[in-house]
């Protein structure tokens, strides 16, 4: 039996309206007084495998992106679905989702809208798995392929057979074919509505349930192939290969494509070639006749590419992605310091938080160890805004404003978040693709050498830099105290408390 408590809804409450004329902040308000029929109504729908009607329908509303204002593509259309739906959907998807990681139903190398897993582990992966193969002089390619549309595309009789293939039988099986049926959606532009019309494919945009679907859908695309690795993140699609040879290197790649290829074609998937990208990493200047093509349409070959919201570059010198962000974070200092005029250094910090860190610590245990000039950037433009935000003088030393400011300075930030990492695979926390590349530590208290992990051999610069390497390094220098910590949120306070202590003594 479904239960609905009030901790469901401590999500930031949205005033958007559903086709009914129903907010969330509205549900909110009302919730102590209708969770007993609505518990009665969620409960009678699994039961019945019935989903009901009046939750079927969307309201659209297109969103002006840029450009001709009179182009409809130039449009985001966003789906706005009843609340109450929602809540039903949600109940659902808790316990497909136990269901599937229980049965391990969903391949280990997709990362998207799974519990526990990130994108930083996602481009970790991938990187490691490259660096392996220039350790071992390989030649090594990753395939970016982009898919129009797919969320949007997804076949409803297709998805309900494999989701009967993976165990969703019975009266799930019925809701969810319920689900999928009779759905409807109109347009709603300032005053004026369109028709409604019927939605005969696709996963509802803005459901609960929609990446859940998706995942199972795109699952069976990692049999395709038994020697490409997949690494996916939802619909983003990565493949990487290694081989010694860059004959044979292409040749694998384009027969594999071919069944990809035909594969998206059985499941009503559209590739889009035009935006499908090929790097080849490492000092590859090897050149060839053949190329890496779909269709006979050659994959233009790219020297950096945005991978899951990280520039990366074929040398892995993390210099595109530097950049990228020594750009973004200046824009921001340019409105702190605007704004210094009228906020005090509390206000300020928080602007800091929200406009420049996110910037500094997205994925930095990935990109952040690297050499200390290609970082050097992003260290003088954080003192700039340590010295903005305590409203001093350009020349002032820092060191004292990081201390009362408790904020961690760069090189810290990166070693802070790459020894969570690291917690995380003493632990076993950390996917199985992820945790393979850590050794178990060796765990008996009376050995001097407790919770350290074997320190692989790196042969390279990119693979010193990577986690599994300097990660290593680092977490065999942290204390007994800091590496038995019960919980990883315990962890986090032990090792902001040591930076704070090593900050206090190197000012005294």
């Not at 526990?116 to 193969?133: C, D, G, L, Q």
């Not at 500094?360 to 160890?369: A, H, S």
């Amino acid at each position: 039996m479904a239960r609905i408590y009030p901790s469901i809804f401590i999500n930031k409450s949205k005033s958007s309206t559903d086709c009914h004329g129903i907010s969330m902040t509205l549900i909110k308000k009302v919730i102590l007084n209708i969770v007993k029929p609505l518990t009665y109504i969620c409960n009678l729908s699994f039961q019945t495998g019935c989903f009901p009607r009046k939750m079927k329908i969307a309201k659209v509303i297109p969103l002006f992106k840029n450009d001709n204002k009179h182009a409809f593509t130039n449009y985001r259309p966003i789906s706005l679905l009843p609340q109450f739906s929602k809540i039903l959907e949600k109940l659902f998807n808790s316990r497909l989702e136990k269901f599937l990681e229980k049965h391990h139903a969903i391949n280990d190398g997709q990362y998207g809208f799974r519990s526990k897993r990130t994108t930083s582990m996602a481009i970790n992966e991938a990187i490691e798995e490259v660096t392996n193969a220039l350790e071992q002089k390989k030649y090594a390619v990753g395939i970016f392929i982009n898919l129009k549309k797919a969320f949007d595309t997804i076949n409803h009789s297709i998805l309900l057979k494999k989701m009967e293939r993976y165990g969703i039988r019975g009266l799930a099986g019925y809701w969810l074919k319920s689900y999928f049926t009779g759905r409807s959606q109109f347009v709603k532009m300032g005053q004026y509505l369109s028709d409604t019309l019927g939605i005969v494919c696709g996963v509802p945009q803005g459901s609960v349930l929609g990446p859940k679907l998706f995942n199972v859908y795109i699952n069976d695309m990692f049999n395709t192939s038994k020697v490409l690795k997949f690494i996916l993140f939802a619909d983003d699609t990565n493949i990487f290969y290694s081989s010694d040879d860059y004959n044979e290197l292409v040749n694998t790649v384009n027969r594999e494509l071919k069944i990809i290829k035909k594969w998206m074609d059985t499941n009503k998937l559209s590739l889009n070639i035009n935006k499908t990208k090929v790097m080849m990493f490492g000092n590859c200047n090897k050149m060839s006749e053949q190329k890496i093509s779909i269709d006979g349409i050659q994959i233009e070959i790219v020297s950096e590419i945005k991978f899951l919201g990280v520039i990366i570059d074929s040398k892995l010198s993390w210099k595109p992605h530097v950049r990228y962000i020594k750009t973004k974070i200046s824009k921001s200092l340019s409105i702190i310091n605007k704004a210094k005029l009228y906020l005090d250094e509390n206000a300020l910090r928080t602007l800091y938080c929200t406009l420049v860190l996110p910037y500094l610590t997205f994925c930095v245990e990935v990109w952040g160890n690297t050499y200390q000039n290609t970082i050097n950037p992003l260290i003088i433009l954080q003192k700039r805004a340590l010295r903005i935000i305590h409203k001093v003088g350009f020349l002032e030393h820092t060191h004292n404003l990081f201390m009362q400011s408790k904020l961690l300075k760069f090189d810290d930030l990166v070693k802070y978040n790459t020894s969570i990492v690291l917690y995380k695979a003493f632990n076993k926390l950390l996917p199985p693709n992820l945790q393979r590349f850590f050794k178990t530590p060796v765990r008996a208290h009376n050995l001097r050498g407790f919770g350290h992990f074997s320190l692989p051999r790196a042969q390279t610069t990119r693979k010193y830099y990577c986690v599994s390497v300097c990660g290593v390094k680092l977490w065999n220098k942290l204390d007994l105290q800091q590496k038995q910590c019960q919980t990883i949120h315990q962890f986090k306070l032990l090792y902001k408390h040591w930076v704070w202590l090593k900050y206090r003594d190197e000012g005294i």
